[in-house]
C-alpha cells in the first residue's frame, strides 16, 4: 500500500493566516490526489482534486499543488470556517489510502 | 442533488457479521464511469478505505479487509451494501457511503455515516 503522511499533524493559526498543510507519498502518485475537510460529526468534504483542481463550490482561498511524492494544501486567508481537519488522498493505486489528518485549531 | 444514506444495525457482536445498506437517491446507482464504495472512521482516528464496487457488480477490496468484506449492488433498488464477517472490537466504527469517480478516484459524494459499535 502507498503510505500518506501529512505535517504538521496540528497547526494553529489565527483568522486571516496564510497556512499551509503538507502531504507526502511513499511513492511517486503522478497528480492522483485528493484534499479533503472535515467538520466534528460530519463526512469529509471534497476540495482538490488531480492535485490542484478545485471542487464546484469550494472557495478558491483554498489551492493545491504538488506531483510526484509531495504536495501541500494551501489556505490563503484562514476564515473562521476553515476550522477543521484535513486529509489527503491518494487514489494513483488501489487501496486508496488516506493520510492521518491535520487538524487546524483557532490561536 | 445526489444523496446517500446509510442503514443498518449500530450495535454487532464479536464474531458476527456488521451488514450496512447504502441508498443512492437523487441519481442512479446504475452511471457510468462512478464506482460506489464504503469508508470507515474509528472514533478519534482517520479514515480507512474499504471497498468500492461499480453497478455491474465488479468489486475492489482493500486486501487489509479482503477476507472478511463483500460489497454488493442492487439496481433495482439503488442500493449497495457492505458485509464484514466476524467483527472484532476493532471494527468498531463510522462507517460511509460514497461515490467514486472512477475505479479509483476522488470521492465526490459522501453519506452522512453510521456509527457501529462491536460489542457484547
Known amino acids: 500500500d502507498i503510505q500518506m503522511t501529512q505535517s504538521p499533524s496540528t497547526l494553529s493559526a489565527s483568522v486571516g493566516d496564510r497556512v499551509t498543510i503538507t502531504c507526502r507519498a511513499s511513492?511517486?502518485?503522478?497528480?492522483?490526489l485528493a484534499w479533503y475537510q472535515q467538520k466534528p460529526g460530519k463526512a469529509p468534504k471534497l476540495l482538490i482534486y488531480?492535485?490542484?483542481s478545485l471542487e464546484s463550490g469550494v472557495p478558491s482561498r483554498f489551492s493545491g499543488s504538488g506531483s510526484g511524492t509531495e504536495f501541500t494544501l494551501t489556505i490563503s486567508s484562514l476564515q473562521p470556517d476553515d476550522f477543521a481537519t484535513y486529509y489527503c488522498?491518494?487514489?494513483?493505486?488501489?487501496?486508496?489510502?488516506f493520510g492521518q489528518g491535520t487538524k487546524v485549531e483557532i490561536k | 442533488q445526489l444523496q446517500l444514506q446509510e442503514s443498518g444495525p449500530g450495535l454487532v457482536k464479536p464474531s458476527e457479521t456488521l451488514s450496512l445498506t447504502c441508498t443512492v437517491s437523487g441519481g442512479s446507482i446504475s452511471s457510468s464511469s462512478y464506482y460506489w464504495g464504503w469508508i470507515r472512521q474509528p472514533p478519534g482516528k482517520g479514515l480507512e478505505w474499504i471497498g468500492s464496487?461499480?453497478?455491474?457488480?465488479?468489486?475492489y477490496y482493500n486486501p487489509s479487509l479482503k477476507s472478511r468484506v463483500t460489497i454488493s449492488v442492487d439496481t433495482s433498488k439503488n442500493q449497495f451494501s457492505l458485509k464484514l464477517s466476524s467483527v472484532t472490537a476493532a471494527d468498531t466504527a463510522v462507517y460511509y457511503c460514497?461515490?467514486?469517480?472512477?475505479?479509483?478516484?476522488?470521492?465526490?459524494?459522501w453519506g452522512q455515516g453510521t456509527l457501529v459499535t462491536v460489542s457484547s
Open positions: 488531480k492535485a490542484s
Open positions: 460514497a461515490r467514486v469517480e472512477a475505479v479509483a478516484g476522488p470521492i465526490d459524494y
Open positions: 488522498q491518494q487514489y494513483n493505486s488501489y487501496p486508496e489510502t
Open positions: 464496487i461499480y453497478y455491474s457488480g465488479s468489486t
Open positions: 511513492q511517486s502518485i503522478s497528480s492522483w
